[in-house]
Nanobody, 117 residues
Framework: QVQLVESGGGLVQTGGSLRLTCTAS????????MGWYRQIPGKQRELVAR???????IVSDSVKGRFTISRDDAKKAIYLQMNSLRPEDTAVYFC???????????WGQGTQVTVSA
């Protein structure tokens, strides 16, 4: 079993920045890809960005140019640097990891990001 622990959420004003961190409890290199999703109440969870073990990234058009996903293998962590935040970025952000060779995936508990107008 793998635990994903997120941190870094909070309240920020429009135009501000936050950095989310997701750390994996074990088997980091068996998790590929890893990524961030977000969910607004009443809406489906949507992909924000994801990164492969080789560093290839996919970023949603809605955040492209503002958000950057990265990883630090030594720390068994991925990050989501969020700049130029907008009120519509307000959501619960979840870390996700898929198991290499599948099936199976893991989710973190979620971290709230609130952007005030």
């Amino acid at each position: 079993q793998v635990q994903l622990v997120e941190s870094g959420g909070g309240l920020v004003q429009t135009g501000g920045s936050l950095r989310l961190t997701c750390t994996a409890s074990r088997n980091f290199f068996s998790l590929d890809p890893m990524g961030w999703y977000r969910q607004i109440p009443g809406k489906q969870r949507e992909l924000v960005a994801r990164i492969s073990v080789t560093g290839n990234t996919i970023v949603s058009d809605s955040v492209k140019g503002r958000f950057t996903i990265s990883r630090d293998d030594a720390k068994k962590a991925i990050y989501l640097q969020m700049n130029s935040l907008r009120p519509e970025d307000t959501a619960v952000y979840f870390c996700n990891a898929e198991v290499v060779g599948g099936p199976g995936e893991y989710w973190g508990q979620g971290t709230q990001v609130t952007v005030s107008a």
